[in-house]
């Protein structure tokens, strides 16, 4: 039987103190809210506890964060999008970030098993004055495990309304996209790491936070294969390709930790569930 799990995330500043609160339908929650950078960031993990989406199942996750509050929404390890019998497993993420709200959204890979019908979809939505600093990263199979991405398709779809969209379908089937070097070229591993404001970035900002990005991708294996961009005024992103997982993490890793003292004055604060 399909689930249809519903999660409503929402964050308050109170007493400067971010508080989490949440309602959920199905198996999708909350753990207990974290504070390992003191009162004003509130960490919570996000679970869903069969671990993976086989077709006829949707994820809904809504997360709303009203002025003064900074959330980071991380996950325990990977989501999963299993083979298919042919109905579409849907994962929907909606952020609504009021004027002086800041989030930071940071789950792990979701891969991608041959034979799923995927469609990840991520839209958020920020008033002027607030910050997101997210990532998206995405297997293909599990090329170690001897479990290649032979059949199936993923939509992907990350969405700024009317500012800036990114969006692609990627089918097993399409050995030119999968293999060309104007593709994939060959690589298993695709990640965004994205800062995206609710108002123009000022240009001198801009710039530091590419030179932060350029710089570390200069000194790191996948120079060749990732690059740092601002495709509108509100938004920057870098774009990463890898054979696996691993070194893309720690690429953005590192650059999410330097953009967030860049822009908050914020020292690295891994959420506890990394090191786990």
């Known amino acids: 039987m399909p689930w249809h799990a ?50 006829g199942d ?23 999008f299993y083979r298919s019998e042919g109905e579409l497993a849907l994962q929907r993420t909606k952020i609504r970030l ?32 607030a910050e997101l600093i997210g990532w998206d990263i995405t297997a293909l199979g599990l090329p170690n495990a001897n479990l290649p991405f032979e059949r199936g398709t993923l939509l992907q779809h990350i969405e700024v309304p009317g500012v800036w969209l990114e969006r692609g379908r990627i089918d097993a089937a399409d050995h030119r996209l999968l293999q060309s070097p104007i593709g994939l070229a060959g690589q298993r591993c695709i990640a965004s790491l994205f ?16 030179d932060i990005a350029r710089g570390l991708l200069e000194a790191h294996a ?35 930790t330097a953009w967030r003292a860049e822009l908050w004055s914020l020292s690295a604060a891994p959420p506890r569930i990394w090191a786990m």
């Open 98 to 129: 009021a004027a002086g709200a800041r989030l930071e959204w940071l789950p792990l890979e979701a891969i991608c098993y041959s034979g799923c019908l995927a469609e990840n979809r991520i839209t958020v939505h920020a008033e002027p004055g």
């Open 195 to 210: 800062f995206v404001a609710g108002s123009p970035i000022a240009k001198a900002r801009r710039d530091a936070l590419l």
């Open 222 to 256: 996948l120079c060749e294969s990732a690059g740092a961009t601002s495709p509108q005024p509100e938004v920057i992103v870098l774009r990463v390709l890898a054979p696996v997982v691993e070194p893309a993490m720690q690429l953005l890793r590192q650059v999410w």
């Open 58 to 80: 949707t994820l809904d996750i809504a997360i709303e964060a009203a002025a003064g509050s900074h959330g980071l929404v991380t996950t325990p390890g990977a989501s999963r």
């Open 6 to 55: 519903r999660l409503h995330l929402a964050y308050q500043n109170e007493s400067d103190r971010t508080v989490a609160r949440f309602k959920h339908d199905g198996p999708l929650r909350i753990l207990q809210s974290l504070y390992p950078e003191g009162d004003a960031v509130c960490h919570n993990v996000l679970v869903h506890p069969p671990g993976g989406l086989v077709g």
